[in-house]
């Protein structure tokens, strides 16, 4: 207290280097600001390359100890880890409220998911068992022979998370990368570095061995090339933009990738849809955490016969979610920044202006905009291609599924898409034709469950995740071959 005025200290929160909790010998941080509440919550380490050399070179000296505990031992420090997350559940959904702004309801609802998914993750793995072959069972092979596959980790794995699902996707990647014997370097996205740094210390609580993660912060001009080109890194597991994707598969060379990118997921509507089914969950697609997910609808291919009546079971539901702070439940919250605000104000603008209809929305306070839904959609237009990560839905109107099909297929992106009809058959006709990773069938785009695989095409993607698969990437089949004579 000074001059009877509290006054707040902003935490500034440590990097996690082999197993200490420590300041970054550049003695700079880095400030996050809530993209909500506006204001300063917190600052994280800019670590340097240096720091970054001795974060590998511990991951190094200890992998090949982690690899040889059994799977069962490793099993055991991954479930210890995800009690303390459970133990902590309420504040670990706080901690993403506050910085990515996500209603407490659905952080938690995130934070839960996690818990589940390292638990899966443990049980996967001590499932997952070799093979053997027989030699003779090749023309001209002998039975002599006798082949045992076993899977062996690839190494360190670099583990980059996005900020709309800090937590989740976060374990994601480490949990798999451990339970196949790797050894982690953990680089958060800067915002959403607070809800890394919080789920690391439930990490740090389940008493893992020194070296077995490392968690850096920094600017990426400083660190980013620096650590996916260093020698150190066997395989790098990244989420988020295409753009950055791209530039990580330009530098990582000679080393597995898997790549979690953009999309422009497309709803196809045909003629025969049950059309409430299909608007509820067309908008809980688009518009849950305001479009900031990767698996959004982001526009609606409707055959024409029944686009007035989509348009007007769209148009309530839409202008009935709730908008404001996440700290009061609402369904529509602030973007992550003023950046991205302006980005998805200026996709509505050029489709205004090129003749799209406002059906709803297109107002803005900051960085919270509200629902927009924009109908009469054209190729022309922006929107129709470019993925906004924000609250905005344009309705493309077609005449024929195969002009659905084709439009769907002239994005650059084939993350996921969905198919709504009351024909079995015309769905599987569709979900055939449509190049995307995932074809969801009367119901919306969705990264889960995660024991299916998950993965995307063209640009939205490289590999495939989903637990099973994620071990699997982060891993690599070493045969062994008996010569019985």
């Not at 839960?112 to 998914?117: A, F, G, I, K, S």
């Not at 339970?179 to 982690?184: C, K, L, R």
């Not at 299916?452 to 990437?473: C, D, E, M």
């Amino acid at each position: 207290m000074a001059g009877g005025i509290v006054v707040d200290v902003v935490k500034s929160y440590q990097a996690y280097f082999a197993g200490q909790w420590q300041n970054s010998e550049s003695k700079e941080t880095l400030d996050i600001r809530s993209p909500w509440r506006h204001e300063v919550i917190g600052s994280v380490q800019s670590v340097t390359k240096n720091e970054v050399d001795k974060a590998i070179e511990s991951a190094h000296e200890v992998q090949e100890d982690w690899a040889n505990l059994s799977l069962t031992q490793r099993g055991q420090y991954l479930d210890r880890w995800a009690d303390e997350i459970n133990k902590d559940v309420n504040n670990l959904a706080m901690a993403v409220m506050d910085e990515v702004g996500k209603n407490f309801d659905d952080a938690k609802k995130e934070v839960l998911r996690t818990v589940d998914l390292i638990h899966y993750t443990v049980q996967e793995a001590l499932h997952m068992n070799g093979q053997s072959m027989r030699g003779d069972g090749f023309p001209g092979g002998s039975k002599d022979k006798v082949g045992i596959i076993t899977r062996v980790p690839l190494g360190t794995v670099l583990a980059i998370s996005p900020f709309n699902y800090p937590i989740n996707l976060s374990a994601a990647k480490i949990a798999p990368a451990l339970m196949a014997g790797n050894t982690v370097i953990f680089k958060p996205a800067t915002q959403g570095s607070i809800c890394g740094i919080k789920m690391i210390e439930a990490f740090d609580r389940a008493g893992f061995p020194a070296g077995v993660l490392s968690l850096l912060t920094g600017r990426g001009s400083i660190i980013g090339d620096y650590l996916t080109e260093h020698q150190g890194i066997n395989m790098i597991s990244f989420t988020g933009s295409t753009k950055t994707g791209q530039h990580l598969s330009e530098k990582s060379i000679m080393i597995p990738l898997v790549l979690e990118l953009g999309g422009k997921d497309p709803a196809i509507v045909c003629e025969n849809a049950d059309l409430d089914r299909t608007a509820k969950n067309i908008v809980s697609g688009a518009y849950a955490y305001s479009g900031q997910r990767c698996t959004a609808v982001k526009r609606v291919l409707v055959n024409d016969k029944v686009a007035d009546q989509l348009v007007e079971k769209l148009e309530p539901l839409v202008e009935s979610l709730k908008v404001g702070s996440p700290a009061e439940g609402n369904d529509i919250v602030p973007l992550i920044d003023d950046k991205a605000a302006d980005f998805v104000q200026g996709l509505i603008d050029d489709a205004v202006t090129k003749g799209a209809t406002l059906i709803t929305g297109s107002t803005r306070n900051g960085n919270l905009l509200a629902p927009t839904l924009l109908d009469n959609v054209t190729p022309d237009m922006d929107i129709a291609w470019v993925e906004p990560f924000g609250p905005v839905l344009p309705i493309i109107r077609v005449h024929s599924n195969e002009e659905a099909v084709k439009i769907a297929n002239e994005s650059d992106f084939g993350l996921q898409a969905s198919v709504f009809t009351q024909d079995i058959d015309e769905a599987l006709e569709i979900s055939r034709g449509v190049e995307a990773g995932t074809v969801q069938v009367n119901g919306r785009p969705s990264r889960g469950p995660d024991n299916f695989p998950f993965l995307g095409v063209k640009a939205s993607g490289l590999g495939t995740q989903g637990v099973h698969n994620s071990i699997l990437s982060m891993s690599r089949e070493k045969l062994t071959v008996l010569n019985l004579k």
